[in-house]
């Protein structure tokens, strides 16, 4: 059969078209479309993976009728929401965006908990809400629930499918989207899939990547990098039942899948498109980075990785057009770059701004902060970053050694630095951090820890130093402050607002202890949300901080869209940027020093168009002759002052 696009479309359309049941057949102009428009994308997306096999258009056509089929069991709402963002795409450009992520046993107990807390989510003002995941996973094997043995199922402890698709319209009807993961790197090995693998059925054996000995994955380990080294070292695991070595790039129950079947493409897209119809919004790409695998090569970010999502994109184009991706790549930044695109991630985590926000909180310098993002923040304006402070996994310092070598850092001796000021044993440091999977083969180590402990409050409220508090409580609103106006959308790793501290209990747990990640997912208990209240806690002053953050950026037209323009403003502890959206425009000062630091006005002015300011996020207006003060770690989100009306405009003298 010819693999010539035009003609095996004229051949499918038909056989499309017939598949659809009777009642829906309605649907068919609008699919038809749609179909016609992503075919040329995912043929040659599909051609470049599969083309070389004998079945590649029969495979093609069944992974239509799988689109196909998904849309018309699609419910009425998330069609017109389908609709809504064929027309609008880009919600994710708004200023008035702003993301939220938590683990729905700790934070609320199970899903119902989450419903009743949407009150809590719309105080600071979040329109995203990530549940970290949440399916049917092996007790006790299941990391933190990156280990999924049923796509369809909710964990039976949070609740059922049914209460999910509840949860997603109640959240829409609040203006808040929900964002799952879909771990489609790997499945866990109690997954039906590896359990009929274990019984020998070859069809499943062809799922995941089964070797006879070592021989091959001695091989490929020469290239590869270990991912959880310490208690996961190597990247194959024996499997008893079958006296093979299986591939598990992460943890030993963790089966990477075979995606050079395209078998495997079809049923991850059939597990994806049934979370579409859930009504999720937008699909975190989990461990995007490791699904294709090449001898003599990493296998990570391979070119083979990049089609695969925009696959997985042209499908959802057809089948579910509102549902978007955000890459979890959290590798090398040109890798994490090459991931955001409006064809394949349209969303992405910000790895870099976090690990440098860190940084530059450790050192009080800018200048790789800075050096770094001018040349790397910039991405397509149909794209959009998901800026983080914190999230459930821990830090690697993912900057790219060259733009440090340029500033005269060494990459390999910063990174020890860093690794040695956040597990507190540098002198001096402020910080309660935990090492995580140190690789004593490379000398490579990432840092695990709550915001807050990072940030010093651990150690001050142990010393009682009220001075360090207050320090604490503002370098973390000062990284949430780059996050909430860098651009992008600001996700709050839910309890750092709260003032949450390391939780030491896992150190306790069986199955836990030694992944040091526990000490950042604690269990949210009444008491931590009462604490708001008393004016005396860090959780008052953090939340009530965070809901500034909130009305500001939700203010601030300028906030809108991605682009930024870095200022140097010649003071080594600030970080400056400007924004300008919709003829609006704003510059941010942040002081990442416990010393005061100052800026020239005639820069502002100059960069403003304007002789006087207001900060807008600590509601006012700034009368500064010479220079601009900037307290302690503190963050100024300058406008021109707004003439007072009556007024005319005076010309602008140069
Ligand atoms: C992700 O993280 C998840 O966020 C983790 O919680 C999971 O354990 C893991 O995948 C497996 O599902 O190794 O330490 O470079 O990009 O994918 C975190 C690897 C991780 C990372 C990332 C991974």
Redesign the pocket.
Known sequence: MSTDPEILLRNFLPVLQKAMPKKTAGLWPDLERRVTQNFPALHEAFYALYGHRYDFSDQLQKLLLVAVKSNTSRSTDLRALDSESEKKPDWFQDNKAIGGVCYVKQFAGNLNGIRSRIPYFKSLGITYLHLMPLFECPEGRS??G?AVSNYRNVDPALGSMDDLKQLAADLRGEGIRLVLDF?Y??TSDEHEWAMRAKKGEHKYLDYYHFFPDRRIPDQFEQTLRE?FPEESPGSFSHCEELDLWVWTS?KNY?WDLNYSNPNVLRAMVEEMLFLANVGVEVLRL??V?FAWKQMGTMCESLEQVYTLVEMFNCVARIASPALLFKS????HPDEVARYIAPDRCQLSYNPLLMALLWEALATRKTDLLEHSLARRFAVDPDTQWVNYVRC???I?WTFSDEDAAEIGINGYDHRRFLNEFYTGKFEGSFARGLPFQYNAKTGDARVCGATASLAGLEKALKEETDVEVELAIARVLLLYSVIFSIGGIPLIYLGDELAMLNDYSYLDDEVRHDDTRWAQRPRFEKSHFLAVKSPDAPAHRLYKGFRNLSRARRKAVALGGNHCDFVDVAEASVLAYSRKFDGQQLLVLNNFSERRAEVAVDVVQKILGASKFMDVLGAKSMTAKQLIEIAPYQSLWLVAASRRPGRKKKAVST
């Open positions: 990391d933190g990156y771990v790197n790997h991912i992460f963790q989990d461990a980075a979890e790549a959290i590798v459930h996994d821990d690697g």
